[in-house]
């Protein structure tokens, strides 16, 4: 699976952004999508993440009820909706592609090249 995030840029506290990240290759529906975020100086972490069908989702708890992540299979694409964004959001966000049981954590196999979103105070 190629994955190809975007959607990153720069937005004021309290705004919003939609990632997006476009898989191709093999059958997109197979795996569970995860969404990790790299602040500088700190670890790769996962933020959010929904099995193959959409059924679930998980959060971590510095984004829970601000986030959304979904999914369109027809499309082969994972969204990530950022609401009330924080300065302390900003990082580079990367989506990544899973079809290991022990999701939501991983591992992850496929990964994509990363999106930055800067969020100004």
């Known amino acids: 699976v190629q994955l190809q995030a975007s959607g990153g840029g720069l937005v004021q506290a309290g705004g919003s952004l939609r990632l997006s990240c476009a898989a191709s290759?093999?059958?997109?529906?197979?795996?569970?999508m995860g969404w990790f975020r790299q602040a500088p100086g700190k670890e790769r972490d996962i933020i959010a993440a929904?099995?193959?069908?959409?059924?679930?989702?998980y959060y971590a708890d510095s984004v829970k009820g601000r986030f959304t992540v979904s999914r369109d299979n027809a499309k082969a694409t994972v969204f990530l909706q950022m609401n009330s964004l924080k300065p302390e959001d900003t990082a580079v966000y990367y989506c990544?592609?899973?079809?290991?049981?022990?999701?939501?954590?991983?591992?992850?196999?496929?990964w994509g090249q990363g999106t930055l979103v800067t969020v100004s105070s």
């Open positions: 990544a592609a899973t079809n290991s049981a022990l999701y939501p954590h991983g591992p992850y196999a496929y």
């Open positions: 290759g093999r059958t997109f529906s197979g795996y569970a």
């Open positions: 929904i099995t193959w069908n959409g059924g679930s989702t």
